[in-house]
């Protein structure tokens, strides 16, 4: 598997071909259907109808099922401390170097890094027997996360087989707490308003101007007029007022767990990080955050 390992993903699509790393990826527009359903079936999110398995979302227990041994991995997202699917380590050499291969400069399959290996302790066999089978009503009622922890005890028929115990699907999913800090906030006031036209606008964009030394007293009276914002209109007010709004009610929906995410007017996704205390008993468990994100709008500040 190789895991973000190029910047091009219609040219590293291919790679798994065209090196012959047998990796669970693939590139074709005729696929077997039974690929997609899985991948559907698991809630992989990087599923797509050409590559319907792509990386498997980084999924500890997905890549065991799949058989994942091995990953490639850029080796400056190693050196960022990038996570990585839990049970996969680094491979080292003799003397306990990384096992490292340099970039090679190919036009859009090079991927501006060199690559390291990581090796996985938990892989299952490519092929293997299961002694029991997954009762189907149990089994659909699961969410994705819980069905592939269900697939190691039992196997998923369409049709039940006589003389093969049945075992009842069952989720194996805890919650655990967890703190949440804001990484973005939305355009709320007019110096923020300023500071963004300023900055992000070609047209506007003032040479050589930082404008981190002044405060936002200072950028509305001095720069108003330079972002063509002397005279406020109605309608900056109005998309203001509706920043405004969305970070009240993100607030108050949000203070007892984070349950719903919108997009401010520009139509800019909110980034949050969550921190959460780990017990030792759940350590290796995945952790799949489910998210109910609100209608986008797709009105533009700086156009206005």
Not at 51 to 71: I, Q
Request: positive net charge; charged residues 25%.
């Amino acid at each position: 598997m190789m895991s973000n390992y190029d910047i091009l993903n219609t040219a590293g699509n291919n790679i798994p071909m065209l090196l012959g790393t047998h990796t669970i990826e693939s590139y074709f527009s005729v696929q077997n259907g039974a690929v997609n359903s899985f991948n559907k079936q698991l809630d992989n999110n990087q599923q797509t109808m050409n590559d319907p398995t792509s990386d498997a979302n980084n999924r500890t227990t997905m890549l065991n099922l799949l058989g994942v041994k091995y990953v490639f991995a850029r080796r400056d997202d190693v050196a960022l401390r990038k996570s990585f699917p839990y049970g996969f380590k680094l491979v080292r050499d003799k003397n306990g170097k990384m096992v490292k291969f340099s970039n090679r400069t190919v036009y859009k399959l090079e991927n501006h890094s060199s690559t390291v290996l990581l090796k996985n302790k938990n892989a299952l066999p490519l092929a293997y027997m299961q002694t029991t089978q997954l009762n189907s009503n149990s089994y659909k009622k699961l969410a994705g996360n819980d069905k592939e922890q269900a697939l190691l005890t039992g196997a998923k028929v369409n049709k039940k087989v006589s003389g093969v115990k049945t075992t009842r699907a069952k989720s194996a999913s805890k919650n655990v707490s967890y703190t949440v800090k804001s990484l973005s906030e939305p355009i709320t006031t007019l110096a923020q308003l300023i500071r963004y036209r300023l900055t992000n606008n070609s047209d506007l964009r003032v040479a050589n101007l930082d404008l981190n030394k002044y405060s936002d007293a200072q950028v509305v009276k001095e720069f108003a007029k330079s972002a063509k914002l002397g005279t406020i209109s109605k309608r900056v007010n109005k998309l203001l007022t509706e920043n405004q709004n969305m970070v009240t009610e993100n607030a108050e929906e949000n203070k007892n767990g984070l349950k719903v995410l919108r997009s401010d007017v520009s139509g800019n996704h909110q980034a949050t990080s969550s921190r959460s205390r780990i017990r030792r008993s759940t350590k290796t468990a995945n952790c799949i955050c489910k998210l109910r994100v609100s209608k986008l709008t797709r009105q533009r500040l700086s156009r206005s």
